[in-house]
């Protein structure tokens, strides 16, 4: 008996159970009845693991507490020491409105996260009433009569039917092997089948399997990314700037004479206000509303910030068939050696194929309708004593049977023609079938060689069995709007290479296609050395074997190329977890889906391209948050350094009432808590915001993106300080003739106060509208959230000006006093104005870059092509030869004896 690998055979297990389990084991041939597995399930719960809850209330505490929380609480104890409770007031809303909508936001990310998730969840194939259904892997029962074949993800430990397998269990044991297991050996949860086809019996489920990890093959989703990082290192610069500049403030603050306590608040809220507090929140929520929006068009990620990352993509290598090809193969006319008919060729393919509905892949399929529809064949006769399934490594299956009549037994074996050439080890043959194969090709019909065994044991070749596969009818259209979108698409195939050329042509895809033999040994020195630059140039690649998907993902991404991959078979794995955006494909193994990043509900590349287009909406949202994020804090940062440390009030003449002034210029506490509250909400908005996708792919400049938001930041930074040496020009006492022009009084201190708050806040709220254009503001309108935000936030600073009476707590010397309707209407156009001037020296400053970036021989950053929703519009609806095809890697994988006809004595 041989040993398990893991140190425990399936009589250790079955030492273990009840002689009550070991009978619920001894499942019949029919597999359970449904009343038998419902009786099961309502005793032993779900083939899951039991998920930790989290109080809610604990969870909803969890927002108030953290570093930016932390600095709150601690400006609300400085002004409770100060009995400051409008301030104390006003801060704990702002402390309670952060945490709420975090929680709030990222409830309702957590909601459309499990959504997807679920759409993830695993299935089984199990045999129920004598019929095979698939079902959820989490409905699974003790005793039920699974089927495993290549590609699936293990749902629940097994015990083996007749055959072998060959499992990966590198994510349960680290063991990177794949290592074999025999009828009546135990497979654990969680195991990846590499190789083998066979039925099992469920030994346990849920808590109960040895490695039990159901919960981790929903691909959880994975918030942190490479716009997170990006976010951290805009965050980490604001808070170093900010706490230089703050700390200066408040050593000048206090050395002026100003209270410590009270320095300290202003301080401590300036420091959170320039800090993006809402920074977790706008990245969970807009990539959650990005992956729900995805979800509806039949792509699910399994990985949230690998929306970012497909917004940057700039290559796409795409499996032919079922992806760029129907995947619904039609027989043509065979090509038959010597005496044999097509019966013969029909009957020997049909041999070697799945008859079973439930385990048919497309060839099998179309071979057993053929035989048992067009040729009437039946094979009652012969019954099946082992078969060994489709493997990308041997390109073929085979099958051993034997006539219950006769008592004689045969192999037949189909698959890659030439395998099965090579298997015949007929010189004579070779020629003449290799010639029709590429004949065939060029036509673009796939052959399938079948060959059977002699008397002697050897192989003899049958015939040739010609396939068509059609393009679909998107898939032309669907390249070329990729192409637009600068998307370099690559056909990755293991069929021959005039087929891939013929598809090619077919598909105006281009016609570099090259033999995947350029990435073997067989490769010659200037292929060697000129390898980087013919992968780059390939508009495809033929005959290629699993290890070639990958060598040629690490290839494009060593040049620098941000890379996406479809695959659907369990040997596209690797490659899908090594591409930057690994998709899987409908109909895709379940090992596929675990590895990708986005699994494809649709058939086709058209639901990617829409993929594309919804991502890089999803990237200028979050590029227009980061332009305005940190415009806002350059503003209020600069402003207040250069108006608290270089600007005394005293020196500025004022007679009469409410003329106190401070040595230092400060807003109170509350305007600026209020700023910050009104700020947040239009930041949020910016997440369901009206954008255009670039034509081109995406990708962070952050140097960019802070010339651009401190420009923005700047010119609301000299209007405001304008505005405040202007006012206190204009104090009692000394009437301003600017003002006087206006007909507007003079100010008292207070009035000053309530003016640059007012002022402040208008620029801020502005600025967002500069900040989502890379243009003229007026070029493309707001989303309607962020447009009613904006008239909230604008309107309720507005009343605040107008009819100001909150200084119940505030220093007399900051109390701030309502100002004129005259005045307000008149500040209301001078932000605007500076709003406009913003607007062109944005503009010109990008025009002065583009002619930078001209000048440097690159294309202009901000004047590209963009893309609209009709782009999404499918007009077809969505819906050189060799010698011989014969290498050394088909002699390799015809001499390569499959395990499975290993049979256990």
Same mark, same amino acid.
């Given at each position: ?69 932390? !600095? ?19 801060? $704990? ?84 092997? &794949? ?8 497979? @654990?949860?969680? $195991? ?126 795409? /499996?032919?068939?079922?992806?760029? *090809? ?6 043509? /006319? ?58 990308? *490594? ?46 065939? &090709? ?52 293991? /069929?021959?290479?005039?087929? &891939? ?37 390939? /508009?495809?690649?033929?005959?290629? +074997? ?18 996406? !991959? ?61 332009? @305005?994020?940190?415009?806002?804090? +350059?503003?209020?940062? !600069? ?12 020196? @500025? ?82 009437? $301003? ?11 008292? @201190? ?27 503001? +007026? ?20 009343? +605040? ?49 583009? &002619? ?54």
């Amino acid at each position: 008996k041989k040993i398990d690998d893991s140190g425990e055979s399936a009589s250790k297990n079955e030492s273990k159970m009840s002689p009550e389990e070991l009978a619920e084991l001894n499942t019949p041939e029919q597999g359970l009845t449904s009343t038998e597995a419902q009786r099961r399930f309502a005793r032993d719960g779900p083939n899951a693991l039991p998920e930790k809850k989290v109080n809610p209330c604990i969870k909803f505490m969890s927002y108030y507490w953290g570093p930016m929380p932390i !600095m709150i609480w601690a400006a609300i104890i400085i002004e409770i020491i100060n009995l400051s409770w409008l301030d104390v007031g006003v801060l $704990s809303l702002l402390q309670f409105v952060n945490g709420f909508v975090g929680w709030y936001e990222e409830k309702n990310a957590g909601n459309a996260i499990e959504a997807l998730k679920k759409n993830m969840a695993p299935k089984a194939w199990v045999k129920r009433d004598g019929s095979w259904k698939q079902i959820e892997a989490r409905d699974l029962v003790i005793g039920d009569r699974i089927s495993i074949k290549l590609g699936d993800i293990i749902a629940a430990d097994s015990i083996l039917g007749p055959g072998y397998l060959e499992v990966d269990q590198s994510a349960l044991t680290g063991e990177s092997l &794949a290592v074999t297991r025999y009828e009546g050996e135990t497979v @654990y949860q969680g $195991s990846v089948c590499k190789r083998g086809d066979l039925e099992a019996i469920v030994s346990a489920t849920g808590a109960r399997t040895f490695f039990g990890r159901t919960s981790a093959l929903v691909g959880s989703v994975n918030n942190s990314g490479n716009f997170q990082k990006v976010i951290l290192r805009v965050t980490m610069f604001l808070l170093v700037v900010s706490s230089v500049l703050v700390i200066i403030i408040l050593i000048v603050a206090i050395s002026k004479g100003t209270d410590f306590l009270d320095a300290l608040s202003i301080c401590v809220v300036l420091l959170v206000a320039s800090i993006p507090i809402a920074m977790q929140v706008v990245c969970t929520t807009t990539m959650a509303v990005g992956a729900h929006a995805l979800a509806e068009k039949q792509a699910i990620c399994s990985r949230l910030s690998a929306i970012e990352e497909l917004a940057g993509m700039q290559i796409l290598c795409s /499996d032919k068939t079922g992806t760029l *090809t129907k995947n619904v193969l039609t027989i043509h /006319d065979p090509y038959l050696i010597r005496n044999y008919t097509e019966k013969d060729l029909i009957f020997y393919a049909a041999l070697a194929a799945r008859r079973d509905a439930g385990s048919q892949d497309a060839i099998d399929k179309c071979v057993t309708d053929y035989a048992r529809d067009k040729m009437h064949l039946n094979f009652s006769d012969y019954e099946e004593e082992d078969f060994i399934p489709f493997d990308p *490594t041997i390109k073929r299956t085979e099958a051993t049977v034997r006539n219950i009549k006769t008592g004689e037994t045969l192999k037949a074996t189909k698959g890659a023609p030439q395998v099965a050439l090579a298997m015949a080890e007929d010189p004579s043959i070779e020629e003449e079938v290799s010639s029709m194969v590429n004949d065939l &090709a060029s036509r673009g019909y796939r052959t399938i060689g079948v060959a059977k065994s002699t008397e002697e044991g050897k192989w003899d070749f049958v015939g040739l069995i010609s396939l068509s596969d059609p393009p679909r009818d998107d898939t032309k259209e669907t390249i070329q709007k990729a192409v637009y979108m600068e998307v370099s698409v690559k056909m990755i195939t293991g /069929d021959q290479t005039a087929i &891939a050329k013929e598809t090619s042509r077919l598909l105006n895809l281009g016609d570099r296609i090259y033999n995947s033999e350029l990435l073997s040994e067989d490769a010659t020195a200037v292929q060697r050395e000129m390898l980087d630059s013919i992968i780059e140039e390939a /508009d495809g690649f033929a005959e290629v +074997f699993p290890e070639h998907k990958f060598a040629i993902v690490k290839m494009l991404q060593e040049k620098g190329n941000r890379v996406g !991959m479809t695959g659907d078979g369990v040997n596209d794995a690797p490659a899908l977890k090594k591409a930057d955006v690994g998709i899987a494909v409908e109909g895709a193994t379940d090992a596929a889906c675990a590895a990708a990043d986005i699994v494809l509900t649709s058939p086709g590349l058209s639901v990617i391209i829409e993929a594309i287009y919804r991502s890089r909406k999803i990237f200028q949202r979050m590029l227009n948050y980061c332009k @305005y994020r940190i415009s806002c804090t +350059f503003q209020l940062l !600069m402003f207040f350094f250069v108006a608290m440390v270089a600007i005394d009030p005293k020196n @500025y003449t004022c007679h009469g009432d409410n003329c106190d002034r401070p040595k230092v210029f400060a807003l109170p506490v509350i305007t600026i808590v209020i700023i910050t509250l009104l700020n947040d909400g239009t930041i949020i908005s910016i997440a369901y915001d009206k954008v255009t996708a670039s034509k081109k792919p995406e990708k962070w400049d952050l140097p960019l993106v802070f010339i651009i938001s401190s420009l923005l930041g700047f010119v609301n930074f000299i209007s405001s300080l304008i505005l405040l040496l202007l006012s206190l020009n204009n104090m009692k006492g000394h009437h $301003s003739s600017f003002f006087k022009a206006f007909d507007i009084d003079t100010f008292d @201190y207070g009035e000053v106060l309530t003016g640059i708050y007012l002022q402040v806040s208008l620029v801020d709220f502005m600025t967002v509208f500069n900040a989502r254009t890379q243009s003229f503001f +007026f070029t493309r309108m707001p989303g309607k959230a962020l447009a009613c935000a904006f008239l909230v936030a604008t309107t309720v600073a507005t009343l +605040f000006s107008l009819f100001w009476d909150f200084n119940f707590d505030t220093p007399k010397k900051r109390h701030l006093h309502k100002i004129s309707a005259r005045y307000t209407f008149w500040i209301w156009g001078y932000s605007i104005i500076f709003f406009l001037l913003q607007d062109l020296l944005k503009n010109a400053l990008l025009k002065i870059l583009d &002619a930078y970036y001209a000048k440097q021989g690159q294309e202009s950053k901000f004047q590209g092509a963009v893309l609209t929703d009709t782009f999404l519009v499918f007009s077809s609806g969505r819906g050189g030869a060799r010698g011989s095809i014969v290498t050394r890697r088909s002699v390799a994988a015809a001499q390569s004896q499959a395990r499975g006809s290993m049979v256990r004595t």
